[in-house]
């Protein structure tokens, strides 16, 4: 089992930045591939960055270049650094964790994220 929970949501204007945090606990940190997903109401659940325990990454579209995924497996913690926010950006961000070598993951409780002026 792993015990995910977010933090560094928030009210931000736009052009602003917020870096998110998803702490975990429970389980051998590095064989978790991490990702950030978000939900804005009425919307479907979306794919927002990813980062294998080899710390390869990759990025939806709509966030390339002003979003970064990092980890610390040291800290047992991912990060989710969010730059230029936009209109379009405000949701609940949902931290997962997906096990490298079975079919398992698990999800946190979210945080909000709010951009507004």
């Known amino acids: 089992q792993v015990q995910l929970v977010e933090s560094g949501g928030g009210l931000v204007q736009p052009g602003g930045s917020l870096n998110l945090s998803c702490a975990a606990s429970g389980s051998r940190f590095d064989f978790y591939t991490m990702a950030w997903y978000r939900q804005a109401p009425g919307n479907q659940r979306e794919f927002v960055a990813r980062i294998t325990n080899r710390w390869t990454t990759n990025y939806a579209e709509s966030v390339k270049g002003r979003f970064t995924i990092s980890r610390d497996d040291a800290k047992n913690t991912a990060y989710l650094q969010m730059n230029s926010l936009k209109s379009e950006d405000p949701a609940v961000y949902y931290c997962?964790?997906?096990?490298?070598?079975?079919?398992?993951?698990?999800w946190g409780r979210g945080t909000q994220v709010i951009v507004s002026s």
């Open positions: 997962n964790a997906a096990h490298t070598f079975i079919s398992k993951d698990y």
